[in-house]
């Protein structure tokens, strides 16, 4: 199961430091000149979660195995993408096959470093990138309504559903609104990801200050977190030089670096994490002598789909779900001890995976 998240923003804010930093390596160029990414790179990270080292430890576990998450660095859009400027539609439609933004935002001043506007105004910055994707929203869906409300008027259920919904989305569109406000009804959000709208995706602002700003931020961030907290989107704080500089450290050398400038883990951690989170996602475990393992699934999936994960026969000979919450697992001391303590569980086709399960299912071949 694929999960993507694009990291985005204006040229020379450290998006492909960034990626770089994320993925160990240095598949982006990262210069200080705008479209050094020519095409968007893929890497694929893993998710920390010191849960499953501890399960692993418990276990007595010979391998571990995190998840993982996609990030794609998208190159730097600048105003009037929407009508081709710089490199254009080509990178929106970059943007339109992940399921989450990264919006990397410059909060930090170096003259060595230019900014493609002249200024260092981060939330002029994250406007600039909203309206050009709000601008290629317009586009798409008012070239759509017309032959939409042709069908509609003709009887097609889905296609008045949908009219219904595109007219939602344009209204707000028009306002200077992104369409995730639209907040569809459940019984309309597969219509709702088919329109494929760039401002309908879940954004987390990745704030790129300064060294010294590493653990607390600055004024620029501040501001950020202000407006994200308004719409309802996420923040984080990451120096995107200290992290290119601790990724291609030795483990062994990470920790005192990290302690050295103040930091009591990579930033890259929390911004894995909140991508997680905003993919609205959540971790199960599979643990044994031979491994332990983390897998993904969306809230809310029940226990044959999560199974569906490892393989599909889980999913279609599935009968039960063994079932231990993390924090029973580890007081118990393992699964023998959640056994006596009464802690473990047989889950049926209902059941909706907690984030934390550790479980093994029962399938008939």
């Not at 226990?303 to 993390?326: L, S």
Request: charged fraction near 25%; proline fraction near 4%.
């Amino acid at each position: 199961m694929g999960f993507k998240c694009g990291i985005v923003g204006l040229p020379n804010v450290g998006k492909s430091t960034l990626f770089n930093a994320l993925t160990q390596t240095a598949a982006a160029q990262a210069a200080n000149y705008p479209f050094c990414t020519i095409e968007p790179n893929v890497g694929d990270v893993a998710v920390p979660d010191a849960r499953l080292e501890t399960l692993a430890a418990v276990a007595g576990s010979k391998e571990i195995i995190p998840t993982r998450l996609t990030f794609v660095d998208i190159a730097g859009l600048v105003r009037g993408a929407s009508k081709g400027e710089g490199l254009g539609n080509q990178f929106l439609a970059n943007i339109r096959e992940c399921d989450a933004i990264a919006h990397v935002v410059r909060c930090f001043e170096d003259s060595d470093v230019t900014h493609v506007e002249g200024k260092i105004a981060p939330l002029d910055d994250i406007e600039t990138i909203e309206t050009e994707l709000m601008l290629a929203d317009l586009e798409s869906l008012e070239k759509r309504a017309t032959a939409l409300e042709k069908k509609a008027k003709g009887g097609d259920k889905e296609a008045r559903e949908t009219f219904d919904l595109v007219q939602r989305c344009l209204a707000l569109l028009r306002e200077g609104k992104p369409a995730r406000l639209a907040e569809p009804k459940p019984e309309e959000e597969k219509l709702f990801r088919g329109l494929g709208l760039l401002s309908s995706k879940p954004v987390l602002y990745v704030c790129n200050v300064e060294e010294a700003s590493a653990d607390k931020g600055n004024a620029y961030s501040a501001a950020v977190a202000s407006r994200a907290a308004e719409e309802g989107a996420a923040s984080v704080i990451v120096s995107a030089k200290i992290e290119s500089e601790i990724a291609v450290l030795p483990p062994d050398e990470q920790k005192d670096y990290l302690e050295a400038v103040g930091l009591a883990e990579p930033g890259l951690n929390r911004v894995i994490r909140a991508g997680y989170g905003l993919l609205g996602l959540l971790t199960y475990f599979t643990v044994g002598p031979k491994e332990a393992r983390a897998w993904t699934v969306a809230a809310g999936t029940k226990a044959p789909q999560a199974a569906g994960v490892i393989h599909t026969d889980f999913e279609k000979g599935f009968i039960r779900a063994e079932t231990i919450a993390y924090e029973d697992y580890v007081a118990c001391k393992g699964e023998a001890g959640a056994r006596e303590a009464g802690k473990f569980r047989l889950e049926g086709k209902d059941y909706v995976v907690a984030d934390g399960d550790v479980l093994h299912f029962r399938f008939a071949t």
